[in-house]
């Protein structure tokens, strides 16, 4: 049984895929032992070629999962935990690429964290800055303000965290409530006691989902930087239609699930509300100045 697996989604990424691929294969910890990590694609009924190709160029260092159709990332992330039975599962975008001593980093930092069910690497853009890939659970206020302009106003912007902590530097480990799944790590327990993602969320929130559900069991999320991997993004969105309607979509199916339809409701009432409060103000700004030029 290998240490870890490490599961790829794949979806007409043939031209990028191999970036993943050949970053973990390229890792001292899986030269030095190929058992040390199993490498799974799970191809969602790509038309591009990629499961042929992937066959032909990495034979048998890899297994494929194949869908019949895409099924969303967080089914084929499912159809892969059901495939494998190692201790960890390290998921990563095919358009992301693991540094040197990313498994082995990980996995030491869960073995030495047994209540860490979840853990996510220290992820790169491509032009060496630091992503913002650690986040907060949601709040109403922190909802409104990143649902609206007031939560980029600098004053406000560190009560709008979401899925990304804005006001620190990433430099240390930290315990927090959810990482980003480019380039994370499930413990199989968790998975086993939790259940996997749940497939309502076809792209994205999937795995804040699953951050909710594990911190509502006990288990903790980190952020472990000495794990690190490059990410250039959009990998699973790259092709697909409306990417921010899908988002939205998705976090509108969280709130709903986690916090209830009073909530969400409360949330889009405030949200249409402002409208009236700026028509206010540009009618009071007409009054005011209409005042003045009469003078």
Not at 154 to 182: H, M, T
Not at 194 to 219: C, M, N, Q, S, T
Request: some cysteine; hydrophobic content about 45%; proline content about 2%.
């Amino acid at each position: 049984m290998a240490v870890i697996d490490v599961v790829v989604v794949c979806w007409n990424d043939k031209d990028k895929i191999t970036i993943a691929l050949d970053s973990v294969f390229a890792l001292a910890e899986v030269r030095a032992d190929p058992q040390f990590a199993r490498v799974v694609v799970s191809d969602n009924g790509s038309s591009d070629g990629s499961v042929e190709f992937l066959r032909q160029r990495y034979g048998d260092r890899l297994a494929i999962v194949e869908n019949a159709a895409n099924l969303g990332f967080a089914a084929a992330c499912n159809r892969a935990f059901a495939a494998t039975d190692s201790p960890f599962v390290y998921l990563l975008n095919p358009d992301a690429e693991v540094r040197q001593g990313a498994l082995v980093e990980i996995v030491a930092f869960l073995e030495a964290h047994p209540r860490c069910g979840i853990a996510g690497s220290r992820i790169y853009n491509l032009d060496g800055s630091v992503q913002e890939s650690c986040g907060e659970f949601d709040s109403w206020s922190g909802a409104f303000l990143r649902s609206s302009a007031w939560g980029e106003w600098p004053v406000l912007r560190r009560f709008a965290n979401g899925a990304k902590l804005r006001a620190w530097d990433y430099e240390s480990e930290r315990r927090v409530d959810l990482v980003i799944g480019a380039a994370m790590v499930i413990r199989r327990k968790l998975l086993a006691e939790i259940g996997p993602f749940d497939e309502r969320f076809f792209l994205y929130h999937e795995e804040v989902d699953f951050a909710k559900r594990a911190a509502a069991a006990g288990w903790e999320t980190w952020y472990v930087p000495s794990s690190a991997a490059v990410h250039e993004g959009m990998g699973s969105a790259r092709g697909l239609y409306n990417v921010e309607r899908r988002k939205q979509r998705s976090r509108r199916a969280y709130w709903l699930k986690h916090h209830g339809r009073v909530w969400y409701g409360s949330l889009v009432a405030a949200l249409v509300a402002r409208y009236f409060l700026y028509a206010a103000v540009v009618v009071a700004a007409g009054f005011a100045l209409r005042r003045v030029l009469q003078r």
